[in-house]
């Protein structure tokens, strides 16, 4: 079972950034689509964002486009998530996610990290 490791949360005040990273270990980078979820308390867990291996394809959920980018560096077996112009509405745990389909359901995704909390505050 693959573990990954996100780093990179805090609290922000409204309109601050933040970087999100997510270290996996050795290549498993490789060959594999990767995405950020978050999740509130009671809530389902939610797209934001994913990046596909090969063609670099990407895909960002509606509330976060223009603001947040994602990106990867395969030779350092990291994903990021540089997020701009955070909103309270963005306080939640973050979470990577790598494996089968370059999709927006965490059924799309075969191993996770722990999680990273956000918090977007004055």
């Known amino acids: 079972q693959v573990q990954l490791t996100e780093s990179g949360g805090g609290l922000v005040q409204p309109g601050g950034s933040l970087r999100l990273s997510c270290r996996a270990p050795g290549r498993t980078l490789i060959n594999n689509p990767m995405a950020w979820f978050r999740q509130e308390p009671g809530r389902e867990r939610e797209f934001v964002a994913a990046?596909?291996?090969?063609?670099?394809?990407?895909n960002y959920s509606d509330s976060v486009k223009g603001r947040f980018t994602i990106s990867r560096d395969d030779a350092r077996s990291t994903l990021y998530l540089q997020m701009n112009n955070l909103k309270p509405e963005d306080t939640a745990v973050y979470y990577c996610?790598?494996?089968?389909?370059?999709?927006?359901?965490?059924?799309?995704?075969?191993?996770w990290g722990q999680g990273t909390q956000v918090t977007v505050s004055s």
């Open positions: 990046i596909g291996w090969l063609d670099r394809s990407i």
């Open positions: 996610a790598g494996g089968l389909r370059f999709g927006v359901n965490p059924s799309d995704f075969s191993y």
